[in-house]
């Protein structure tokens, strides 16, 4: 079950009085909305068959095709009617039952129809004609080919181009999870495994997945839930944001789920899958598999082999940390332009676009993986006519990935098999122009399977240039393919050039001028003379059709041409058809060798992107080692900087990982602690500057190149953020406990290969109180963690840990400051500030003058009488420590007091 929209039965009369059906149709003209109320014998024939359908996909709306419409009926009708704002009908549905609710969709509507019900959560299962009604002996036989839900979605006009649709599917057992997910539209297959739900949570929020599983002994549950709701059988912890899909636990055993794995892939083992030992993400991919072999029937499409991995293969960045950098979306309006992905995304195809986009949000831990990525890179730098000529190629290259999904599941047209032919003709381009390259990546594209070559020459030789969108009109194949076919086209030609001829012949026989030959859909081809000429129609001419100001005529001789042509055309139609599901089928057979070219294809074009940014915007190749090292040499931020005209970004250099050698270009006199304390005004750019070195960290281990002159980077484990301040009211958290929360996630699982990025803390609260918590929380990570951290606060009493522990240093973000205002420089250097200027802050954003004197006047009277500065001078601090951070965690007696 699915917790789409699908409307419980105890809601249909209400729903139907919700889209303004009044109650004497509902008494009298409607008797029934819900076809579990009526008694299936007293059902017509076709209205039976319906609700036999419907009872095997109660959870689905129900799309049954009557002749040129998708047609639904009953409590469906009344939710389609309502989200599609469409007219709702009736229809007789037997004598004892009356008429019943209907309303339908033209067939050639349907994907944008579906499109819009499953971006409202609706799950569709498509009934359709399996025979020609035409030779049907009485019901036209239908069945569902497809079910569509907002997981398995194909049609490219339901999907966004640049990011994957993952369909997920999880399995939880006491403390541990299985997690799958896949991608139906590009074959991608994935599991793992963890411990905690929230790792889960994590991973969930990380994929986004557009419908999520969830196995349960509930199997009606989900037709209960609507968009936005929950169940508590749902574990504690997991996002309540995504569309869970309840399903029966029999496929999410382990039995019957590592079966289905192993007939689907022909395999005894899955063993080379990486997931035998793995219960849980056995369980989770073998649930998932069940569930599009049940929704997509035969026209499943192959998928990629199965891929198994951990969370601690790659860099963690959780949520928050994720919202606070800006990866993918930005915090305040949440749109892609502004954001990292935006700033890096310089890719031609859409398939390069989706891989960056999970680079970005898997970095990884690998040095010899980061540095294959960079040599790639380095060699697109150096060579920029082998960049251009590939940037050439690939924009004539269309998403591979998503075609050989739809040709796989029998889906594609003809448009998109041309598609396929010119992508499949560039890759002999592709492979000569890589002839002499030196770097994996670019090597991985010298060689072109040669099953893809035929391919594209047999489509290029049957399909023509520009086929008709749909494939039943013709006009598909080239001349010369069928023999059959041609003398068809012959015929039908040489019969049309007669009737074209027939005017002028037509004219001169009867001596009537304005005699013409036309035709319409309804009645053929004719020969209309005016009422005034009637007279003049010879003998031979039979009536056909009378008008107001002509009569129109047929000749047998014209009536034996139209039937031929007429006939010729329906023959020519289906051999076509014929001939293009031959050719669909056999590049479906291939989907999963087009895949692995496209997954080859997509990381040349990201890295080549990649290398087009590092030249434009001048970027360096940083030095990925082991340990602690962080330092970067006028570093940028990568957004901020293109935001800007040329020249005006401030580059600042970082250095942290105590006991670490910095580069020479910053040089061995700049400090490289564990943990800065940063400070400076407000709006001077301590914020920027936090998100810089975490982007910079996160593009390093991504593979890229990064906006510095120079950089020397120790892989992280982990990117921590806490950046502004935000509320959760939905669960009644104020500002502060998120802060508190977030914190407190931070220290409890920071590491010393962690990277930490704090700003505000304990800005929430009275102010000693925030500044006790900032003082603590910035001391357990210095002495305690020793996690490379930078904490910007506004707090300047924080300065004094730089005196009492080795591996904290103080900086701040520089001002000039003139009589009458300030001027913000956005450097930062080493020190301490003393003031954060947000009277000025407040001037520049434009308070009221007098509430600005009436500031300053308060502000006077409170450094007058402030005891804070006076109570941390009393402590008893002691003096500044030799002793290195882990010794001084197993001496008690260095416990930092702050106050006295």
């Known amino acids: 079950m ?26 009298h003209t409607v008797r029934y909305t819900n076809y579990n109320e009526v008694h299936r014998d007293d059902l017509t024939p076709m209205m039976r068959h319906y609700a036999e359908v419907k009872d095997a996909y109660p959870y689905a709306l129900l799309m049954y095709r009557v002749g040129d419409f998708f047609e639904t009926f009953f409590q469906d009708a009344i939710a389609i009617a309502r989200e599609l704002e469409l007219v709702l009908t009736s229809k007789d549905a037997g004598k004892a039952i009356g008429k019943v609710p209907l309303a339908g969709i033209p067939h050639h509507a349907l994907d944008r129809y579906c499109a819009l019900l499953v971006e409202k959560g609706f799950a569709i299962a498509i009934c359709d004609q399996v025979e020609d009604p035409a030779q049907a002996q009485g019901l036209v036989k239908r069945e569902v080919t497809r079910v569509i839900t907002p997981g398995t979605i194909l049609e490219e006009g339901m999907l966004t181009a640049k990011r994957n649709n993952f369909l997920a599917a ?130 499943l499409a192959p998928l990629l082999p199965l891929s198994t991995y951990t969370t601690t293969e790659f860099l963690v960045i959780d949520n928050q940390t994720r919202r606070n950098l800006e990866i993918t979306q930005t915090v305040r309006d949440g749109v892609f332009h502004g954001s990292l992905l935006w700033a890096l995304d310089k890719t031609t195809t859409a398939m390069g676009s989706r891989a960056l986009r999970r680079w970005l949000l898997q970095p990884l831990l690998s040095i010899e993986k980061i540095q294959e990525r960079q040599t790639t890179i380095s060699e697109l730098v150096d060579n920029g006519t082998l960049r251009q000529q590939l940037q050439l190629i690939l924009k004539q290259i269309y998403d591979l990935e998503r075609l050989a999904g739809r040709a796989g599941s029998g889906t594609a047209n003809g448009r998109d098999l041309v598609a396929m032919a010119e992508s499949f003709e560039k890759l002999p381009d592709l492979a000569a122009l890589m002839a002499h390259a030196q770097s994996l990546y670019l090597v991985k594209l010298q060689t072109v399977p040669p099953e893809l070559e035929q391919m594209g020459r047999k489509l290029r030789s049957h399909l023509v240039d520009s086929p008709p969108l749909y494939l039943t009109d013709g006009g598909l194949i080239r001349e010369g393919v069928n023999a059959h076919l ?71 001789e014209l009536k034996e041409r139209e039937a031929r042509i007429l006939n010729a055309k329906d023959e020519i139609n289906q051999i076509e058809y014929e001939i293009f599901l031959g050719l669909r089928e056999d590049v479906g ?119 510095a002159k120079g950089a020397v980077l120790g892989v992280c484990d982990r990117i921590f953020t806490r950046v502004g301040a935000v509320d959760d009211l939905a669960t009644g958290q104020s500002t502060f406990m998120v802060e508190m929360n977030e914190t407190a996630n931070i220290l409890n699982h920071a590491t010393p290969q962690s990277l ?45 840990l730089a005196s009492l522990l080795a591996n904290v240093a103080n900086f701040q973000v520089t001002v000039k400051e003139m009589p009458d205002q300030i001027i913000f420089l956005h450097q930062v250097q080493p020190g301490g500030a003393d003031r954060s200027y947000g009277i000025e802050a407040g001037r520049l954003a434009g308070l009221p003058p007098s509430v600005i004197k009436r500031a300053q006047q308060v502000m006077g009277q409170i450094e007058k009488h402030s005891k804070i500065a006076v109570g941390l001078r009393k402590g008893s601090h002691p003096k500044k420590s030799s002793k290195t951070p882990k010794a001084a965690e197993k001496d008690p007696d260095s416990q930092l007091n702050i106050f006295g």
Not at 2 to 27: C, F, V, W, Y
Not at 175 to 180: E, N, P, R, Y
Not at 198 to 214: F, I, K, N, W, Y
Not at 232 to 261: I, M, N, V
């Open 756 to 800: 930490v990025l704090l700003d505000e803390i304990g800005r929430g609260t009275a102010t000693f109180d925030g500044l006790s918590i900032a003082w603590a929380v910035a001391e357990h990570l210095a002495s305690q963690i020793c996690a490379r951290t930078i904490f910007a606060t506004h707090y300047h009493e924080l300065n004094e």
């Open 2 to 27: 699915t917790a789409s929209k699908a409307t419980a039965p105890d809601r249909q009369s209400s729903d139907a009085q919700d889209i303004g059906i009044p109650e004497r149709l509902l008494k």
């Open 589 to 707: 057979q291939h989907a999963e060798l087009i895949r692995r070219v496209a997954v080859n294809v997509a990381a040349a074009d990201v890295l080549c992107g990649l290398a087009e940014i590092a030249i434009y915007q001048d970027y360096c190749r940083p030095e990925i080692v082991k340990g602690r090292t962080l330092t970067i040499d006028a570093g940028r931020h990568p957004v901020v900087e293109q935001s800007l005209p040329a020249g005006f970004f401030v580059p600042n250099s970082t250095g942290l990982g105590y006991g670490e050698t910095s580069i020479e270009s910053v040089g061995s006199a700049y400090p490289t602690p564990d943990l800065i304390i940063l400070t400076g005004p407000n709006a001077s750019g301590k914020s920027c500057y936090l998100r810089q070195v975490g982007l910079i960290q996160l593009m390093a281990q991504m593979g890229s190149f990064v906006p």
């Open 486 to 556: 041609d003398g068809l086209r012959d015929q039908v030609s040489s019969d049309q050039r007669w009737i074209a001829s027939l005017e002028v012949t037509e004219r001169e026989r009867t001596g009537i001028s304005n005699l013409k030959v036309g035709f319409n859909k309804a009645f053929g081809y004719y020969i209309s003379i005016s009422r005034a000429k009637s007279s003049q129609a010879p003998d031979d001419y039979i009536r056909k059709q009378t008008l107001t100001n002509e009569e129109r005529y047929i000749t047998p």
């Open 170 to 299: 999880l399995v939880i057992a006491d403390k541990h999870w299985g997690l799958a997910h896949a991608d139906v539209s590009t074959g991608e297959f994935f599991t793992t495994q963890g411990s905690t739900i929230d790792q889960l949570s994590q991973e969930l929020m990380r994929l986004q997945p557009a419908e999520v599983l969830v196995p349960t002994n509930a199997p009606d549950l989900g037709a209960l839930l609507r968009p936005g709701e929950t169940s508590d059988k749902l574990p504690k912890g997991l996002p309540a944001k995504f569309c869970y899909t309840f399903r029966s636990q029999t496929a999410f055993t382990q039995t019957e789920a590592k079966q289905r794995l192993l007939q689907s892939y022909r395999v005894r083992s899955l063993e080379g899958f990486g997931c035998e030992h793995l219960p849980l993400a056995i369980r989770a991919a073998g649930g998932l598999l069940h569930y599009l072999e049940d929704t997509q029937k035969e026209s």
